[in-house]
C-alpha cells in the first residue's frame, strides 16, 4: 500500500502565501512524477503543478509566477509553495504520485485533499 498525506491548506486572505506539503509512506521502489491538481466547487479537477524525479517542472497558465513546485527525494515529498493567493485559487488541492512499489510495478496514487480558502 501507498499513501499520499497533505497538508498546508487554510483560510488567507488575498495576496497571501501558503505552502502545501505531500508526503508518500509505504511499500516504495521508486516514485516518478509528482504533482498538485485542484477542483472548485462545481468545477472539474485541473493540474496546477507537476515536477518529475529529476526535477523538471510544469505549471498551469493561471499560476505562472505565483506558484512554485519542489520535491525532497530523500524524505518522498512534494511541497507547492503558493504566493499571491488569489479568491478564484479557492478549491480542494488534490497531491497525486506516480509510484513504483517494485521493479516494473506502476501506480497512480492520489492523496485525500487539503482545502485551500482565500477570502477577498
Known amino acids: 500500500q501507498v499513501q499520499l498525506v497533505e497538508s498546508g491548506g487554510g483560510l488567507v486572505q488575498a495576496g497571501e502565501s501558503l505552502r502545501l506539503s505531500c508526503a508518500a509512506s509505504g511499500v516504495i521502489f521508486s516514485i516518478n512524477a509528482m504533482g498538485w491538481y485542484r477542483q472548485a466547487p462545481g468545477k472539474q479537477r485541473e493540474l496546477v503543478a507537476v515536477i518529475s524525479s529529476g526535477g523538471s517542472t510544469n505549471y498551469a497558465d493561471f499560476v505562472k509566477g505565483r506558484f512554485t513546485i519542489s520535491r525532497d527525494n530523500a524524505k518522498s515529498t512534494v511541497y507547492l509553495q503558493m504566493n499571491s493567493l488569489k479568491p478564484e485559487d479557492t478549491a480542494v488541492y488534490y497531491c497525486?504520485?506516480?509510484?513504483?512499489?517494485?521493479?516494473?510495478?506502476?501506480?497512480?496514487?492520489w492523496g485525500q485533499g487539503t482545502l485551500v480558502t482565500v477570502s477577498s
Open positions: 497525486h504520485a506516480q509510484v513504483s512499489p517494485w521493479r516494473n510495478k506502476n501506480l497512480e496514487v
